[in-house]
Nanobody
Framework: QVQLVESGGGLVQAGGSLRLSCTAS????????MGWFRQAPGKGREFVAA????????YYADSAKGRFTISKDNDKNTVYLQMNTLKPEDTAVYYCAERRYYFGSYNYLEGYDSWGQGNQVTVSS
């Protein structure tokens, strides 16, 4: 079973940037698609971004397009989420997830097999 460990969250002012990292241990994830989701207080978990197994294709929620960039380094077993021009509404716990066996829509939460522990991102106004 893979373990996903996230880092890089924290407190930032509106307009600032953060980069989240998610490193896998236990086995390689070079053949896996990876996704980032987030959950704000009182809300459900929502899709943010995803990247296919090779890193050649990326997918974004409308709220993330133009501001966030997902990338994947298979040599380091790490996926990143670069977040720029952050807004207070981006405040949430961010989760990375691995998808190995589902080949449908990348924003389908139940298609992901393994999840990180979550990392708090707080954007102050």
């Amino acid at each position: 079973q893979v373990q996903l460990v996230e880092s890089g969250g924290g407190l930032v002012q509106a307009g600032g940037s953060l980069r989240l990292s998610c490193t896998a241990s236990g086995r390689t994830f070079s053949s896996s698609a990876m996704g980032w989701f987030r959950q704000a207080p009182g809300k459900g978990r929502e899709f943010v971004a995803a990247i296919n197994w090779s890193g050649g294709s990326t997918y974004y929620a409308d709220s993330a397009k133009g501001r966030f960039t997902i990338s994947k380094d298979n040599d380091k077993n790490t996926v990143y989420l670069q977040m720029n021009t952050l807004k207070p509404e981006d405040t949430a716990v961010y989760y990375c997830a691995e998808r190995r066996y589902y080949f449908g829509s990348y924003n389908y939460l139940e298609g992901y097999d393994s999840w990180g522990q979550g990392n708090q991102v707080t954007v102050s106004s």
